[in-house]
């Protein structure tokens, strides 16, 4: 719908924006700290006459960092997670087209959605937030098109492998991000979750996404990892944790997560 599409580009929006606000922070900092340089060489001199603009200009300066400020904890408490039985199948599905509308016609987007899938424990809007950006960076790693799928599974992971993976040993489903795009180099795997990093122009890339798919799949009590190949296409794989009370149902909070915020 028209509203789902603009719920994608606002998102979109929002990860450049987060980005952006570290920068324009940082101008106002300097903007704030040589008015104050300027203020207090004026009063050394005794031309008290402009200490007054010195002072306006660093005021002026101050609320608008606070004001960055208050919109980077509105968009963070967003972030806070209200974990449900969640049928990811169902929420794949339900994205579907507007995946296929926000990659456009030269990607193809399949789904391989396991049937008797098991429910997971997860907050359903934060989830679909991931699935979109992973997404659109397998969109940006296809410039010639190509074709995404979209897969899920069940996975039971034991204890050696589970602590290979920096994972608790137990039963997981799995929601994977196929591409045929460029592949990532091991040194860009590397890096791959850190914040701000980005191979993409000035502009286009934040280097938050990935990075706060982590934080999201680690606060759930999963996991993510990525297999790619130069040349071949990558993979991202979240893995969450099955939950056995069922699927649709609202749930009590774990203990010690943070209250949903309407
Ligand atoms: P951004 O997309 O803003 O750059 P991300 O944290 O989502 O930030 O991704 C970080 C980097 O990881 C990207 O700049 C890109 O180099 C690489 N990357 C992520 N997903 C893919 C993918 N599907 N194929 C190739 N490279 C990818």
Known sequence: ?????????????????????????????????????????RIDQGRLADVDRYMAAAQGAAKRAAALTHRLLAFSR??????????VNVLVEGMVDLIRRTVGPSVQVDTAGLAGLWPALVDPSQLENALLNLCINARDAMPDGGRIIIETANRRIASPAAERQDMPAGEYLSLSVSDTGTGMTPEVIAKAFDPFFTTKPLGQGTG???????????????????HSEVGQGTTVTLYLPHHRGGAERDEALPDGSPMPVA
Do not use: C, W
Not at 78 to 87: E, I, Y
């Open 208 to 226: 938050l996404g990935l990075s706060m798919i982590y934080g999201f799949a680690k606060q759930s009590g999963g996991q993510v990892r990525i």
């Open 1 to 41: 719908t028209e509203e789902q599409l603009r719920q994608a580009q606002k998102m979109e929006a929002v990860g450049q924006l987060t980005g952006g606000l570290a920068h324009d922070f940082n101008n106002l900092l300097a903007g704030i700290s040589g008015s104050l340089e300027l203020m207090s060489t």
């Open 78 to 87: 967003r972030q806070t997670l209200a974990p449900k039985g969640t049928d």
